[in-house]
């Protein structure tokens, strides 16, 4: 998408609202592009939004070089080699850094091609009042990790990561995670009620 399609993709979020009943959201899943938490939405973005999803994805640009080897290439050679506790560290930086600039609503995927310490950057999330996802196609931290989570009062949003409108709703994967650990459905902002995000809370 392209930042000049945003003013026809709300006249459309509208329209479909109208004709529907349902409230329809204009949001966007942007992406890390430099080790200091920097994403690829500009200040003037944010006003045009109605949440703001943030995670790690392949094949974007990032600022520099440096940027572009250690978010992507580095991340990528730690699926063939352990990743080293330095790494690791600056992975869970990235993150935080990331939350301290910008109103996060959600962060997608955690863990997906790039990880990180799960339970350092949940809590910075709490903090935020930053959501967790819940990925109806896969969640990328252990068992253990989800445990630590919900112990600290971490929140959760289960969504199903669809590409195509068939999958909207699919959640099957993250309902069975939370079943089979017993994690407090309180903790799950959307399960019984619609969730409230951060242009929302103004």
């Known amino acids: ?36 938490g920097t994403i690829d939405l500009n200040e003037e973005d944010f006003s045009k939004l109605d949440l703001v999803i943030v995670g790690q994805h392949k094949l974007v640009t990032a600022k520099t070089f440096k940027d572009q080897f250690s978010l992507f290439v580095r991340n990528n050679l730690s ?13 869970t ?20 091609g790039m990880r990180v310490d799960t339970l350092k950057v949940a809590l910075a999330a709490k903090e935020a009042g930053t959501l967790i996802e819940l990925n109806g196609k896969k969640i990328f931290f252990t068992d253990e990790e989800m445990v630590e989570m919900a112990r600290a009062g971490v929140k959760f949003i289960l969504d199903s990561d669809a590409h195509s409108s068939e999958r909207v709703g699919e959640v099957n994967n993250a309902i069975a995670l939370i079943t089979r650990l017993n994690i407090p459905l309180d903790l799950i902002v959307n399960i019984d009620k619609l969730p409230q995000f951060k242009k929302e809370e103004k």
């Open 1 to 36: 998408m392209k930042r000049t399609d945003l003013d026809e993709m709300r006249r459309q979020c509208l329209e479909a609202e109208k004709l529907t009943g349902v409230k329809v959201l204009l949001g966007v899943e942007a992406n890390f592009i430099s080790n200091d």
């Open 79 to 91: 699926k063939i080699f352990p990743i080293s506790k330095k790494k690791l560290e600056k992975n």
């Open 93 to 112: 930086n990235v993150y935080l850094q990331a939350l301290k600039k910008y109103k996060i609503d959600i962060l997608s995927h955690l863990n997906r």
